[in-house]
């Protein structure tokens, strides 16, 4: 009777820490869901990924940057200047998918007046879509630097401008551009040091008064097949 009554009492025993296994695993697997920006000091670090936001690309949205990265970056510079360049347009476009205030990334690259050759003003003769741009048109050298940058991205590169979501060249930006943002935006980008390019052909990277509220928390990038 003392024998079986052990027995019993040993399998009761395995069940409840099993159970108490399981209420562990159930607990942990879901707390970064429920409390996304929890105290990341305080999280395992095999939890932290799941803590962060993705950013899918499929093979049309790089398409997509590649287009607007052609249309964006000086073809002259060269070395550091024109890799900078590159990264900045392309972590920008990134940014503001990213942030959801524009929408997808499509809709981000096609936003009317944001980049001058898509879909800027008329007298620019933009494509007016980056649809209607042909592939064709896309230059090999930035294709080159978009496609290293991005899997330089994937493998858990930060962004080169951080959470910004503006930039602008004042040379080349109208008056009314410059004194309702684009100042700020210089400011910001000569204290921050995110300026991209040189001489006449440069970026200067920083955020509008009214895009603050819309910056993205940190996201990874995953590069679709």
């Not at 697997?29 to 803590?51: F, I, K, L, Q, T």
């Not at 001058?116 to 630097?145: F, H, N, Q, T």
């Not at 300026?195 to 920083?206: D, F, L, N, P, Q």
Request: net charge positive; with cysteine.
């Amino acid at each position: 009777m003392t024998a079986t009554i052990f027995r019993q009492a040993g399998k009761l025993l395995k069940f409840l820490s099993a159970t108490t296994m399981v209420l562990a695993v159930v607990i942990v697997d879901g707390g970064p869901a429920r409390a996304p920006h929890s105290d990341r000091r305080s999280a395992c670090v095999e939890n932290e990924p799941a803590m962060h936001g993705v950013l899918i690309l499929s093979r049309q949205d790089i398409i997509d940057i590649k287009k607007v990265a052609t249309t964006e970056v000086v073809g002259s510079l060269k070395g550091k200047a024109f890799e900078d360049q590159v990264r900045g347009v392309v972590d920008t476009v990134l940014n503001r998918t990213q942030s959801r205030h524009w929408g997808n990334l499509r809709s981000v690259v096609n936003a009317k007046g944001q980049f001058s050759a898509i879909a800027g003003p008329r007298y620019l003769k933009p494509y007016g879509s980056v649809e209607k741009m042909s592939a064709r048109a896309i230059s090999p050298k930035v294709a080159a630097d978009v496609d290293q940058w991005l899997q330089m991205r994937a493998n858990g590169a930060p962004s080169s401008v951080a959470d910004n979501l503006s930039y602008l060249n004042p040379l080349y930006s109208s008056k009314s551009s410059l004194h309702g943002w684009g100042w700020s935006v210089v400011r910001q980008a000569k204290k921050s040091g995110y300026v991209m390019g040189a001489g006449k052909a440069t970026h200067y990277h920083g955020t509008s008064a009214d895009l603050m509220k819309y910056k993205p928390d940190s996201f990874s990038v995953v590069l679709s097949d």
